[in-house]
């Protein structure tokens, strides 16, 4: 039976990928950030999954108005990543895993969330940073990432938005999905974007230290209330970019304490814990939990 054995939360600044990519990691502006992946690098060799399931958004790049997909699941065997309008980001394609991706596609479906299924996707720095991030800097000639990868985009880009609530279900029909998959695999769940920015408009460059941190206590110990937090709420006072962190919640929802939309289980041991401002324009959360 596969199983889902950790979660990863990670924001996904594009500038955080500029700055691996044009080795500005040393810089005294973004020491501190990196500083505070040195032990997810080293528990991400120590802790290697099979599959990750990589809850991300697509920022307008394999997606635009033409079509938004609420929930998408990617079933492809590859996936390259995507030119933002600087050149495809100098690391390795990213390899799928269709045969799980299928099957989730069909459990999760038929627990009635309808997916849109992707055989074909460009992957952006929603998806690409948070590996960058968790894995180091590769080089796309000789390198590959350390397992295949699913992508799984959720629109926060384009009103109307999932709420954190239905994110949160979603992450336990994945679960139940990932356990009725009859091959042994440790499956690792990721939920990434967030935390507090908003990158247009008057308020643009907002970051809320106090919020983050309170709403990251709450995703780590008190997921239900968290999931009940109303997307507007996150916009007030998150910023409108802010809203990306209902993603956090699927993965939160897949973990093991929780069934039935409750926490019935032992809590998720809390790994690693990390806040760092200022990435760009945006504020960068992160943390491990792992099933106990
Ligand atoms: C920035 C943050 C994002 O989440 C994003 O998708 C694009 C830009 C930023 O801080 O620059
Ligand atoms: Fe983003």
Same mark, same amino acid.
Request: negative net charge.
């Given at each position: 039976m596969a199983k889902i054995t950790a979660s990863v939360f990670t924001s996904h600044v594009p500038a955080i990928g500029a700055a691996m990519d044009l080795g500005k990691t040393h810089e005294d502006y973004w020491k501190p950030l990196f500083a505070g992946y040195e032990y997810s690098k080293q528990w991400m060799k120590d802790? %290697?999954?099979?599959?990750?399931?990589?809850? &991300? $958004?697509?920022?307008?790049?394999? &997606?635009?108005?033409?079509?938004?997909?609420?929930? !998408?699941?990617?079933?492809? @065997? /590859?996936? %390259?990543? @995507?030119? /933002?309008?600087?050149?495809?980001? +100098?690391?390795? =394609?990213? *390899?799928?895993?269709? /045969?799980? !991706? #299928?099957?989730? !596609? *069909?459990?999760?479906?038929? *627990?009635? &969330?309808?997916?849109?299924?992707? $055989? %074909? =996707?460009?992957?952006?720095?929603?998806?690409?940073? +948070?590996? #960058?991030? =968790?894995?180091?800097?590769?080089d796309p000639a000789k390198d590959a990432w350390p397992c295949p990868v699913i992508p799984f985009a959720v629109n926060v880009v384009q009103y109307p938005v999932p709420s954190g609530m239905r994110c949160f279900n979603l992450g336990q029909a994945i679960r139940k999905a990932v356990e009725s998959f009859d091959e042994d695999l440790n499956v690792h769940i990721w939920g990434t974007g967030g935390m507090s920015h908003q990158l247009q408009g008057a308020r643009a460059g907002l970051i809320n230290r106090e919020w983050d941190n309170h709403w990251l206590d709450m995703m780590i110990n008190d997921p239900v209330a968290c999931a009940n937090v109303p997307h507007i709420d996150y916009v007030r006072d998150a910023g409108s970019e802010g809203i990306e962190l209902v993603m956090w919640l699927i993965a939160r929802g897949a973990m093991a304490d929780i069934s039935n939309g409750k926490v019935t289980g032992p809590a998720p041991k809390v790994t690693h814990r990390f806040y760092h401002v200022p990435a760009s324009n945006t504020a960068v959360g992160h943390a491990i939990l792992e099933n106990t």
């Open positions: 802790n %290697k999954p099979d599959v990750i399931i990589l809850v &991300f $958004n697509d920022h307008a790049t394999a &997606f635009s108005l033409d079509m938004i997909p609420t929930f !998408a699941i990617g079933t492809a @065997a /590859e996936y %390259k990543p @995507a030119d /933002e309008g600087w050149g495809p980001r +100098p690391v390795p =394609m990213v *390899q799928g895993h269709p /045969e799980l !991706a #299928s099957h989730i !596609a *069909q459990s999760v479906i038929q *627990q009635d &969330f309808d997916l849109t299924i992707v $055989n %074909k =996707m460009d992957v952006d720095h929603g998806l690409t940073v +948070p590996l #960058s991030l =968790m894995c180091g800097s590769l």
